[in-house]
């Protein structure tokens, strides 16, 4: 993938450069060697090839649980789904087809996989964040490896019973943290490493959510209530936490956090607006998060609705679930409790301090990052990074197009499968215990803003 460069023509590397700052189109091999970095992002010597494809059953086949299954389809010689776990009838038949996977491997009742002889190498477990703790834990003691979507669990003593579980029985956990298998992260963490902009000293990082984005998941979709479900800054911000925790190679110590639910509120309702927003609303066609307007009009985030096959029948299941589902009611008049918006103050080793802003109200998405070290700093924007050099003065920028998971499910995937299948947790970016880290970082954050207090981190 070709990265964007730029550099004064003072620069020894491009001293033909006729204009004071030029523009080049380089690999990032090429801009590794300038900075003296791996050229291969992703490159693990512990990867060797396996004798034969992991074997795994698929617990909670919704939309994140086929993204991490699908790597089976793609590379079927290092991955074999053999059984699946849904509720959901349609989704677990179209999971099982999907799949080729028998009968007597399908059940709807997680609890039922376990009541068989263990019969795959693992289990991938992408239920709800309050039905984690359960197959995780029956899962570990059958003897079974683990991939666990996160957050680990609801609760810090679930997380922490997880993880002395994994201890005990000597099993595998890995958890998804997806970020860290980015290219923009991985890059990221390469320069750091790589003493390039000298110590670093402080870090502020910006997790925009965007309106609608916020509105279908914390408002209106299944994380909106952290009493049901979890907090949002575990639920969506454990990846930021964990991202920190990562690049600055630290541990946390203390953590002070604000925030609140501003908005979304029954006091808030605009007059005239409804229960839903096919109730004949009278601001319906002016509302930014109209029901409507998200999945009627603009098609965006069907995944949830299990369409039919047959394109002409879209419109009619839509109109229906917005009829008869969450997603279609009114976001002033739900039984949300999610924050807006979150400002998160945290002392690391070293005396390293990152502030994190986790936002609702943007129009955009895409983690924004500033780094500041002894030598140099670092902006970057999920597409596009620029470092400066103190003493030249020299900006070199590099830019990429990718999704907001940066691609690394699947190479998070692959590190996960090696691991299994070589019996080696070492060859995880993350371990279970720093993992749990990061969730400890999301606890102590959630009670400073509950009780207005600055909170150790105690691991």
Same mark, same amino acid.
């Given at each position: 993938?070709?990265?964007?460069?730029?550099?004064?023509?003072?620069?020894?590397?491009?001293?033909?450069?006729?204009?004071?700052?030029?523009?080049?189109?380089?690999?990032?091999?090429?801009?590794?060697? &300038?900075?003296?970095?791996?050229?291969?992002?992703?490159?693990?010597?512990?990867?060797?090839?396996?004798?034969?494809?992991?074997?795994?059953?698929?617990?909670?086949?919704?939309?994140?649980?086929?993204?991490?299954?699908?790597?089976?389809?793609?590379?079927?010689?290092?991955?074999?789904?053999?059984?699946?776990?849904?509720?959901?009838?349609?989704?677990?038949?179209?999971?099982?087809?999907? @799949?080729?996977?028998?009968?007597?491997?399908?059940?709807?009742?997680?609890?039922?996989?376990?009541?068989?002889?263990?019969?795959?190498?693992?289990? +991938?477990?992408?239920?709800?964040?309050?039905?984690?703790?359960?197959?995780?834990?029956?899962?570990?003691?059958?003897?079974?490896?683990?991939?666990?979507?996160?957050?680990?669990?609801?609760?810090?003593?679930?997380?922490?019973?997880?993880?002395?579980?994994?201890?005990?029985?000597?099993?595998?956990?890995?958890?998804?943290?997806?970020?860290?298998?980015?290219?923009?992260?991985?890059?990221?963490?390469?320069?750091?490493?790589?003493?390039?902009?000298?110590?670093?000293?402080?870090?502020?990082? &910006?997790?925009?959510?965007?309106?609608?984005?916020?509105? @279908?998941?914390?408002?209106?979709?299944?994380?909106?209530?952290?009493? +049901?479900?979890?907090?949002?800054?575990?639920?969506?911000?454990?990846?930021?936490?964990?991202?920190?925790?990562?690049?600055?190679?630290?541990?946390?110590?203390?953590?002070?956090?604000?925030?609140?639910?501003? &908005?979304?509120?029954?006091?808030?309702?605009?007059?005239?607006?409804?229960?839903?927003?096919?109730?004949?609303?009278?601001?319906?066609?002016?509302?930014?998060?109209?029901?409507?307007?998200?999945?009627?009009?603009?098609?965006?985030?069907?995944?949830?609705?299990?369409?039919?096959?047959?394109?002409?029948?879209?419109?009619?299941?839509?109109?229906?679930?917005?009829?008869?589902?969450?997603?279609?009611?009114?976001?002033?008049?739900?039984?949300?409790?999610?924050?807006?918006?979150?400002?998160?103050? +945290?002392?690391?080793?070293?005396?390293?301090?990152?502030?994190?802003?986790?936002?609702?109200?943007?129009?955009?998405?895409?983690?924004?990052?500033?780094?500041?070290?002894?030598?140099?700093?670092?902006?970057?924007?999920?597409?596009?990074?620029?470092?400066?050099?103190?003493?030249?003065?020299?900006?070199?920028?590099?830019?990429?197009?990718?999704?907001?998971?940066?691609?690394?499910?699947?190479?998070?995937?692959?590190?996960?499968?090696?691991?299994?299948? @070589?019996?080696?947790?070492?060859?995880?970016?993350?371990?279970?215990?720093?993992?749990?880290?990061?969730?400890?970082?999301?606890?102590?954050?959630?009670?400073?803003?509950?009780?207005?207090?600055?909170?150790?981190?105690?691991?």
């Amino acid at each position: 993938m070709p990265f964007k460069y730029l550099m004064s023509k003072s620069s020894k590397a491009l001293q033909t450069l006729s204009s004071a700052t030029e523009s080049l189109i380089l690999t990032w091999k090429e801009i590794a060697a &300038l900075f003296g970095l791996q050229p291969d992002i992703y490159k693990n010597p512990l990867h060797k090839p396996l004798l034969k494809p992991v074997t795994a059953i698929l617990i909670g086949a919704g939309h994140r649980g086929n993204i991490y299954s699908d790597y089976a389809l793609i590379r079927p010689d290092e991955l074999n789904i053999v059984g699946v776990a849904e509720v959901h009838a349609v989704r677990n038949g179209l999971f099982a087809r999907k @799949h080729k996977i028998p009968s007597s491997k399908r059940f709807y009742a997680w609890e039922d996989v376990f009541k068989k002889e263990k019969f795959a190498d693992a289990v +991938i477990i992408a239920t709800p964040d309050n039905v984690h703790i359960g197959p995780c834990i029956k899962a570990l003691e059958k003897g079974y490896d683990v991939l666990l979507e996160k957050p680990i669990a609801c609760t810090e003593e679930e997380c922490r019973l997880i993880l002395n579980t994994a201890k005990a029985t000597g099993r595998i956990v890995g958890v998804c943290h997806v970020l860290r298998y980015s290219p923009y992260f991985r890059q990221l963490k390469h320069i750091i490493d790589s003493g390039t902009i000298g110590n670093i000293v402080s870090v502020q990082h &910006l997790e925009p959510i965007e309106f609608v984005h916020m509105t @279908h998941s914390y408002v209106r979709g299944n994380w909106r209530n952290s009493k +049901i479900t979890s907090p949002i800054i575990l639920a969506k911000s454990c990846h930021d936490t964990d991202i920190l925790r990562w690049l600055i190679n630290e541990p946390a110590e203390q953590i002070q956090c604000f925030g609140n639910l501003t &908005l979304f509120k029954a006091e808030n309702a605009p007059a005239g607006s409804t229960e839903r927003c096919t109730d004949g609303c009278a601001v319906e066609s002016t509302c930014p998060f109209s029901a409507l307007q998200i999945y009627y009009r603009d098609r965006k985030r069907l995944y949830v609705f299990d369409l039919p096959k047959d394109s002409r029948k879209t419109e009619k299941v839509i109109l229906k679930k917005l009829k008869t589902t969450n997603y279609g009611r009114c976001v002033y008049r739900m039984d949300n409790d999610q924050p807006d918006h979150l400002t998160v103050n +945290i002392q690391f080793g070293k005396n390293i301090t990152a502030a994190f802003s986790m936002e609702a109200f943007t129009s955009y998405e895409g983690r924004c990052t500033r780094i500041m070290g002894t030598k140099g700093d670092i902006v970057g924007d999920m597409e596009t990074y620029t470092i400066t050099d103190f003493r030249t003065g020299k900006e070199t920028t590099w830019s990429l197009k990718t999704d907001f998971h940066g691609g690394g499910d699947h190479r998070l995937m692959k590190d996960w499968v090696q691991a299994v299948g @070589h019996q080696n947790p070492g060859i995880l970016s993350s371990t279970i215990g720093v993992s749990v880290e990061s969730h400890l970082m999301a606890f102590a954050a959630e009670r400073s803003r509950w009780n207005k207090t600055i909170e150790n981190v105690i691991v």
